[in-house]
């Protein structure tokens, strides 16, 4: 029997996966879902209140009294996490609006969880917003005091679980925070309150417009000594892995499209679930882009999310989250 050639440009048509939209998607490998975003909220004193941010499009600092109708906007897209950022302009050098009783992040959590006690609330931990040096951590010696903020950073996660978080999320990249507020939280009678660690924080030139948002630019210097480096992909995993071995519950990735390879290694070493920052310079550059018509931003938002999902991540925090809702629900 003669032997055939294989023709092998007729053998691997890669194309005939493609010929169709309905083949398309019953092979498509990752898919977004409404129920993957978080949408951050900016939470600001005062009543009645809408506080535009001029370098983000579309994105408001509420007070506290507007949030019951926004998480049920927010509910009836079928967005099911929010993201707390409380903004003050009561500030001190021992940030004590950070972890007050009263503060403006624990009314936010209050109220989002007696409107709509099935959101999952999740709350970022810092001090930054709360400091009058606007930087994350206590200063001594015109250093950021790492050991010395601990105690603070913990005292805050702690008072917002009491608030009624679901999932305190520590973003002021001290070493051993992980590990001080598992251990004050499990003390306090919270041992089932989740930490979302932001444990890959990149020393971002991204954070632009969220800075505006947050009001927490810092008075001197920059974040260099404590968050990392962007030039560094093995110290991220060292990050990752000690937040682990803290007691971290979901470790993130900050800032998210620069650094879909931290992403997708943190994917291929660790279990634990994945969140991915699409941060605001992100944002602001997208919604830039297609104001002036350069871009098409749904397609453009949905392809980056895609980016996300294919990298590793099971979580996205992103303010394109109403948009996105929008354009899947339709």
Known sequence: MTEKKI???????????RGSKFLRELVQENDIKVSDFIYPLFACEGQNKREPIAAMPGI?????????????????????????????DRKDAQASQAYAQDGISQRA????????????????VCLCPFTDTGHCGLIENKRVANDSSLELIAKTALSQAQAGADVVAPSAMMDGQVAAIRELLSSSGYQDTAIMAYSAKFA???????????????QFGDRKS???????????MREIEADIEQGADIVMVKPGMPYLDVIAHARSEFDLPIAAYNVSGEFSMIKAAAERGWIDEQAVVKELMLSFKRAGTDLIITYFAKDLANWLNN
């Not at 507007?66 to 897209?77: D, V, Y």
């Open 7 to 17: 023709n092998l440009a007729e053998s691997h048509r890669l194309r005939r996966l």
């Open 60 to 88: 408001e600092r509420l007070s506290v009294d507007l949030l019951e109708k926004e998480i049920h906007e927010l509910a009836s897209k079928g967005i099911k996490s929010v993201l707390v950022f409380g903004v003050t």
């Open 109 to 124: 959590i209050h109220v989002i969880k007696e409107s709509c006690p099935e959101m999952v609330v999740m709350s970022d």
């Open 204 to 218: 971002s030139a991204f954070y632009g417009p969220f800075r505006e948002a947050a009001n927490s630019a810092p």
């Open 226 to 236: 404590y968050q990392m480096n962007p030039a560094n992909l093995r110290e991220a």
